[in-house]
């Protein structure tokens, strides 16, 4: 079996990082400040989406980005906190499968910031940003993450907090939990997935409860 994890709103919150760098970005460029909220609803694009997407001009929008990722490099692991059971769910998940994390953050600082709450090493692959040149809601980040473990498993789970995780899950063929820990909210989630629960080690639970239920079957038909 294998789990692969959204990052932001699933497993961490940087919210306050993400702000921060994003604000820096526009008022180092001179750009006017965007409500928080709107920036919030965003979160979990790429960075070049988000930033277009508050009407930077495409041509101008990488020069954003690196100015967000120089400032987010210096303040994200002291502004971005573990959410509540994320760590107990990872290492019940590794009781039971094989884990990998799917992000449109940045790979690299995704690695940094696991590397920081001691959770990386329960991770068998990290696809991030610049692994792909499709992010969700495509599916190619999910099928480079199950190519990358080459593993030989047709029970495959995503559990993320938007849509995005959804719809890249599906398109990719393999089953998908929502969260309601992140960003979106249910009656978005409910669109995509019918199976929604309140955090990620319910997530995880769920899946485990699945497994033996498929392994009982299994047994009592052989």
């Known amino acids: 079996m294998i789990i692969l994890f959204d990052l932001d709103g699933t497993l961490i919150d940087s919210t306050e990082a993400i702000l ?9 460029h001179d750009y006017p400040r965007q409500p928080d909220e709107d920036i919030k609803a965003l979160i979990g694009y790429p960075l070049d989406i ?28 002291q502004k971005t906190i573990l959410l509540d059971c994320a760590r107990e769910a990872v290492l019940k998940a590794k009781d039971f499968a094989t884990l990998g994390i799917v992000t449109t ?16 090493e329960h991770f068998d692959v990290l696809i991030g940003r610049e692994d792909v040149k499709h992010p ?37 063929g393999i089953n998908s939990v929502a969260v309601l820990s992140g960003y979106d909210s249910y009656d978005t989630l409910k669109e995509f997935s019918n199976i929604i629960f309140s955090d990620v080690l319910e997530a995880v639970g769920y899946i485990y409860e699945r497994k033996i239920s498929h392994n009982k079957l299994s047994n009592t038909i052989v």
Do not use: Q
């Open 136 to 172: 969700k809601p495509h599916a190619e980040p999910i099928l480079k993450a199950i190519e990358a473990l080459n593993l030989d498993s047709k029970d495959i789970w995503m559990i993320g907090d938007t849509k995005l995780d959804l719809i890249s899950a599906k398109n990719a």
């Open 105 to 120: 953050k940045t790979g690299l600082y995704s690695r940094i910031l696991m590397e920081h709450f001691e959770l990386m």
């Open 50 to 77: 988000m930033f277009t997407e508050v009407g930077v001009n495409e041509k101008n929008v990488w020069d954003f980005v690196a100015t967000y990722k120089n400032h987010y490099r210096d303040i994200s692991t």
């Open 20 to 28: 921060e760098s994003f604000h820096h970005a526009l008022d180092t």
